[in-house]
């Protein structure tokens, strides 16, 4: 089987510079997961609670394509983890607090979360809170929810 699945968690003590960090493990991060994982790039996915977002609240889905019967919530959003995870993606149970210019690399930028830093090229920010881009450690945060630049350097 031609899958090449990477579980390359950091050792402690060791930076890992991932190509691409996702906040938030809902169905936008997820399915960015699934596109990025899926073209090899490095990609975890910081997730402050359940995996699935706030699709999870309701008890069945009756509009997303391909189930003509609906489908349950949970089942749906388990199915987007798996996929995820099969290309590689790491779901990581951490929550984000800052985005900020990597000292180390003045091309790179490191997402602060509660736990652990996580050095990277890239940031999707999809985590449908601004909690992220109030902070005065951002330079710039793309928050998705609103689709405009947040927050400029202090
Ligand atoms: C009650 C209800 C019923 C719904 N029913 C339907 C339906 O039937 N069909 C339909 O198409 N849509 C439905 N929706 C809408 C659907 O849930 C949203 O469109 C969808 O969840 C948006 O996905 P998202 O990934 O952008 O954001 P979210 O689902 O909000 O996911 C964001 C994720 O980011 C995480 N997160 C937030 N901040 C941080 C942080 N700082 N660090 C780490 N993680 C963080 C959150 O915990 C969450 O898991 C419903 C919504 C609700 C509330």
């Known amino acids: ?64 394509p391909g189930f003509p019967n609906g489908i349950a919530p949970f089942e749906l959003m388990e199915s987007f983890r798996k996929q995820a995870v099969r290309f590689g993606a790491e779901i990581v149970a951490d929550e984000a607090k800052a985005v900020g210019r990597d000292p180390a690399n003045p091309d790179g930028w490191v997402v602060r979360g509660a736990k652990a830093e996580y050095p990277t090229r890239t940031v999707l920010i999809a985590s449908h809170d601004p909690v992220v881009s109030e902070s005065p450690l951002v330079d710039w945060v793309w928050n998705l929810r609103d689709g405009k630049i947040e927050g400029e350097a202090g």
Request: net charge negative.
């Open 1 to 64: 089987m031609g899958l090449d699945i990477r579980i390359n968690l950091p050792k402690p003590g060791e930076t890992e510079t991932y190509d691409v960090v996702i906040v938030g493990a809902g169905p936008a991060g997820l399915a960015a997961a699934i596109y990025t994982g899926r073209a090899r790039l490095r990609t975890i996915v910081l997730e402050k609670g359940i995996p699935g977002g706030q699709i999870l609240i309701t008890d069945w889905i009756e509009n997303y």
